[in-house]
T-cell receptor
Framework: ETGVTQTPRHLVMGMTNKKSLKCEQH?????MYWYKQSAKKPLELMFV???????ENNSVPSRFSPECPNSSHLFLHLHTLQPEDSALYLC?????????????FGPGTRLTVT | AQSVTQPDIHITVSEGASLELRCNYS??????LFWYVQSPGQGLQLLLK??????LVQGIKGFEAEFKRSQSSFNLRKPSVHWSDAAEYFC???????????FGTGTRLQVFP
């Protein structure tokens, strides 16, 4: 039980669909993150938000669009994805932005693009 | 270049045996080091962290890790493994003034009864 929840847990979408992933943290943290986890590759940091402001975009394609309406919620909007985007998408939060404090992860959304 | 290497992709041990998972890092500044565990279908759970001070750190579930600056290593140990420890283990490095954690590719631990 990590205090970070993600929905849906599984998602299958076609290449022309639009869908959104949701993350919610109940820890009172100020920073939130999206990661991509693919088989046999290290976790890839996609986006970092601090107090609802995007502070990092790690060269992620524009077909991934994050949104952070408040410090507890984070979304990842998906459109016109490619099969290579199939992966586990993990959300994380940490107490503060600006240093490598420990990050708390949600269970992830397993995304399959057909 | 900043990187984390976990040389062992897959380790198998018997229940009750001791365990050591290796982690080597390359980092240009003072490292902050972490070990996470991921059970199937789950997110990553923090086992322990090292920022400074005593180089032997204790974590949850009976795990410990030792920071050795001269060897750029942060190996994870457990004296007696339980079947429930079967999972994937990730080492990560970060530092002051950066949110970015650099993860290794993980070590999958299998435990036989």
């Amino acid at each position: 039980e990590t205090g970070v929840t993600q929905t849906p847990r599984h998602l299958v979408m076609g290449m022309t669909n639009k869908k959104s992933l949701k993350c919610e943290q109940h820890l009172g943290h100020n920073a939130m993150y999206w990661y991509k986890q693919s088989a046999k590759k290290p976790l890839e940091l996609m986006f970092v938000y601090s107090l609802e402001e995007r502070v990092e975009n790690n060269s992620v394609p524009s077909r991934f669009s994050p949104e952070c309406p408040n410090s507890s919620h984070l979304f990842l909007h998906l459109h016109t994805l490619q099969p290579e985007d199939s992966a586990l998408y993990l959300c994380a939060s940490s107490p503060r932005f600006g240093s490598s404090y420990e990050q708390y992860f949600g269970p992830g959304t397993r995304l399959t693009v057909t | 270049a900043q990187s984390v290497t976990q040389p062992d992709i897959h380790i198998t041990v018997s229940e009750g045996a001791s365990l050591e998972l290796r982690c080597n890092y390359s980092y240009g500044a003072t490292p902050y080091l972490f070990w996470y565990v991921q059970s199937p279908g789950q997110g990553l759970q923090l086992l322990l962290k090292y920022f400074s001070g005593d180089t032997l750190v204790q974590g949850i579930k009976g795990f410990e890790a030792e920071f050795k600056r001269s060897q750029s290593s942060f190996n994870l140990r457990k004296p007696s493994v339980h079947w429930s420890d079967a999972a994937e283990y990730f080492c990560a490095v970060g530092g002051l003034n950066t949110d970015k954690l650099i993860f290794g590719t993980g070590t999958r631990l299998q435990v036989f009864p």
